[in-house]
């Protein structure tokens, strides 16, 4: 089955600092993939939407200066946090979508903890 | 705007019963997806069913089943013989023309021995 994988799944950082978060398509194209946010035992909240060799789409209220995305190939997207914060602690999970299922497949989800 | 709506933040049902949980969306679309996710302590999102609006019948996966009403845009999920390994968030999500997925708040489900 599809997989997407999600990498780091803990992370510890400074504030100040800046981190990257990658997901992965492993078997599959992935021609747009979503960024999500979850909150504790909240629901995952639409961060972005990238599409490969563009732009991405910030939804809003989201920083694009500050949440930078890259979507260089078909099986690669970054979420790069930069000059992180407390308050940008949080649990990070990015969607990729399939084109010949129409399917969604999710990763592992990133933990973010900014000291 | 799309919307999805759970009514529900904790549900719990003992082992062996059924359980169903509530979920009504908003959309002006006519061609659209509905989903329900599992979401364990483990926080990976698990697809449990899928159910394409253009589709009268209701999807059906093992012990869970879907009871979809498109013109009272409701999409409740049926949980059969619930087990233990069940307990767990549970998300239903809204899709449409390849766009992102737009997730309710959630329904905690806690099955009990």
């Known amino acids: 089955g599809a997989v997407v994988s999600q990498h780091p799944s803990r992370v510890i950082c400074k504030s100040g600092t800046s981190v990257k978060i990658e997901c992965r398509s492993l078997?599959?194209?992935?021609?747009?993939m979503f960024w999500y946010r979850q909150f504790p035992k909240k629901s995952l909240m639409l961060m972005a939407t990238?599409?490969?060799?563009?732009?991405?789409?910030?939804e809003q209220g989201v920083e694009k200066d500050k949440f930078l995305i890259n979507h260089a190939s078909l099986t690669l997207s970054t979420l790069t946090v930069t000059s992180a914060h407390p308050e940008d602690s949080s649990f990070y999970i990015c969607s990729a979508y399939r084109t010949d299922n129409y399917g969604y497949t999710f990763g592992s989800g990133t933990r973010l903890t900014v000291v | 705007a799309q919307t999805v709506t759970q009514s529900q933040p904790e549900m719990s049902v003992q082992e062996a019963e059924t359980v169903t949980l509530s979920c009504t969306y908003d959309t002006s679309e006519n061609n659209y997806y509905l989903f329900w996710y599992k979401q364990p302590p483990s926080r990976q999102m698990i697809l449990v069913i899928r159910q394409e609006a253009y589709k009268q019948q209701n999807a059906t996966e093992n012990r869970f089943s879907v009871n979809f009403q498109k013109a009272a845009k409701s999409f409740s999920l049926k949980i059969s013989d619930s087990q233990l390994g069940d307990t767990a968030m549970y998300f239903c999500a809204f899709t449409y023309n390849n766009n992102d997925m737009r997730f309710g708040a959630g329904t905690r489900l806690t099955v009990k021995p």
């Open positions: 078997d599959f194209q992935a021609t747009t």
């Open positions: 990238s599409n490969e060799g563009s732009k991405a789409t910030y």
